[in-house]
């Protein structure tokens, strides 16, 4: 850090990220450190910026879903493959504390900005890398992205109904759990650097970040492969949990899960089902699980007969977890949306709309950021560069 | 930190960590810090320990599920409604530096074990919440788990297949990314507190850190509802990419997608298709997005001519990301899966088997740590029980 923080700072006030992220996964990563307090400058390739921006339709503005990542950036366009801007980028090297990059394997070393190469000129650089694969694994050099990582770590196997195919996963699953980690391993490696003085290369692999949620899946792998299913439709991935499914009221949808005695009981006497409650055979999660047809009808009987909001409010008053099915457009009209800092819409300065994510690690000591613009393309070239220049000519610091 | 780390500690050395968490979110939060150099003290009801640990058969040791994201941590049971218990509890945080939990709404109050009770007894701890809702949302007080908050926040209605139902996502995405988030403000809240001398609360809520995943399909309605999909199965959840499906080989599936110039005139030249490399109007995304269902045909009946294997090394070798579909049981099976430090088989002291994850993040300084054993529960007990009472006759420390 190059100032002392004042008692009101967050905590990654005074770091400087460099995010060369494109599409999710990077960019992401840059969004949760700057909502921590650090300032990100995005650096991409001048003319239409990284694959995300550039998918807009011609004429267009930036797409919704780059603004919804990038807000509060800064943006230097920069073509590391020229002589010229490649000094300046090693100029933005030197004051750095963290650079973000998920190039497809090989790209960094071919732009000369790998980790090796950077550390050397700035060893306080935390280098973070988001690759589809671990270095270790024999997939290393494989290219690869939230689809294809669904693909190969086993998600899309595990996802639709049991008489249907494999399907891909709706939400980005892979990217954001990669950038997540990655943000974590990132400001792990500022504490480490607070006491050692060293930065060091912080690698995630999409690959790795996801295998943790198949943890149901793989249980029931490990445990037994003879009663392991493939996919359970709305059940539970190891069919070890009932009721565990999504259920039809009378105008609509509605998931409820029991994993709990408590739950499970105050679901009987909800449903006026004492008999089932007092059933020592349904007592366990495993007792239930092997009667689940007949639990799904129970329950399903009672859903059927009221409409979703007046079955929620029950199901929780007698402490079941549950919700309604919503869609993305439900989601984003919902009062329950605005009322907290996520999906945020920002007036830009010349009159049009956008949109941008909050961050969601909230902190006692801090309020969330107020909504962020998102920075056009080289935006802040002149700014930047220029400041770099100046401070060419004073005094040097990083070290 | 209780003492200064050597050159070869990990980020978290030193820190202790009371793990109060239930199922995947909490139990995962601390699983990753403790990867990062954390000791992990995990605190459950004595009898059957958490829900996790408790959903196990009649005879059978603790479920492989729990043992994936609970190996490494001391094991302690109290019942926290006993005064005894409660008190031995209380001694334990002041000597810890984060607690955390995933209780119910209302839980940790009526236990009084709430942030305001504890932060009075030490004002170093962070305070580590994960709950369904953000506390200033209208459904803070309603109990959500990865089920019902997939339904809540639009997730469901995305996943599956454009004439089919919505459909669960099968991998637990939003109790993984609950939990990765949550250790993400864990470690930036020590951070701040390096500097401040102060711990605070952290919160983070299912909800919030799920809704960025939808990313391409908030995108998609925010830029305009009359063209937005609520289901693509295996397309693109904004409808923006192509390819970008899941296409059938002569032996199975795999993905294929490109979202750049140099990926899609790559994919032209292997399948010898220069007319649609040098059309104009396939030379962008959104120009090929119009042409989706012609560009799905051309791809997949390359697909059908190839064996998977082959089909992906000569898509590589264009620069071409994709991959096979795997089961979790390919996964399970795989050599790239055992090569690197993920899914991790422990012989336990007893000679019994049990697997553990490893960290996906990973830190050039260290290396992994060696697969850890699961402890069974209140194992630990006596050790940590007995030194708390040794060290309140010695001094004070946490202030």
Redesign the interface.
């Known amino acids: 850090m190059t100032s002392e ?1 004042s ?1 009101a ?4 006030h005074g770091i400087n990220v460099l995010d060369l992220g494109q ?2 996964g990077g960019p ?1 990563c840059a969004h ?1 450190l700057l909502h ?1 307090g650090a300032s990100v400058i995005k650096v991409e390739s001048p003319g239409r910026g990284e ?1 995300l921006r ?5 004429g267009a503005g930036d ?3 780059f603004q ?2 990038n807000g509060g950036k800064s943006s230097v366009a920069l073509d590391l493959k020229s002589k010229e801007s490649h000094d300046e980028f090693l100029a933005l090297v030197r004051s750095a504390d963290v650079l973000i990059e998920n190039f ?1 394997p090989g790209t960094a070393l071919s732009l000369g900005i790998d ?1 090796e190469t950077l550390h050397a000129i700035n060893p306080r650089l935390i280098y973070a890398t988001l690759k ?3 270095a ?4 290393a ?5 939230d ?15 049991p008489d ?1 195919p ?8 892979v ?4 950038g ?6 990132v ?6 650097r ?3 003085g ?1 930065g ?6 999409l690959q ?12 029931a ?3 037994n ?1 003879d009663s ?1 299913f ?9 069919m ?2 009932s009721p ?1 499914n ?1 259920y039809a009221t009378n105008d609509g ?5 029991c ?2 005695e408590p739950q499970w009981r105050g679901l009987c006497e909800l449903l006026d089902r004492l008999d089932l409650r007092d059933d020592p055979t349904l007592a ?3 007792g239930r699980a092997l009667r689940m047809l007949e639990i799904d009808d129970v329950v399903s009987d009672w859903t059927r007969r009221h409409d979703s909001v007046s079955a ?1 409010a029950l199901l ?1 008053g007698a ?14 009209d919902d ?2 949306t605005r ?2 800092p ?2 945020r819409h920002v007036v830009n300065d010349d009159g049009t709309d956008s ?1 941008t ?2 961050s ?6 801090h309020e969330p950021l107020e909504p962020l613009a998102v920075s056009t393309l080289g935006e802040q070239n002149e700014q930047v560069l220029s400041a770099l220049h100046s401070s060419s000519r004073g005094s040097h610091d990083g070290r």
Request: charged share 10%.
């Open positions: 923080p008692s700072a967050r905590p990654l599409v999710y992401y949760l921590l694959p550039a998918n807009r339709a011609a797409p919704v879903g919804l990542i497809a980790y589809a694969y671990s270790d694994s024999p997939n050099q494989l290219r690869g992205m689809l294809t990582v669904q693909a190969s770590s086993g998600v899309m196997s595990v996802n639709g109904f249907g494999p399907v891909r996963c709706g939400p980005s699953l990217d954001f759990l990669g997540t980690h990655l943000a974590l391993g400001t792990a490696a500022l504490l480490e607070s006491i050692t060293r060091q290369h912080v690698d995630v692999s790795d970040a996801v295998l943790p949620t198949l943890t149901s899946n793989f249980a792998w490990l445990t492969p392991a493939e996919r359970t439709g709305n059940r539970h991935g190891g070890r949990e565990y999504v949808w509605i998931a409820i899960l994993i709990s366990t999660n495993h929620i929780q402490g079941v977890p549950c919700a309604q099915l919503k869609t993305v457009l439900q989601v984003v009062e329950s009322a907290v996520m999906l949109y994510f909050g969601p690690v909230r902190l006692s000591e």
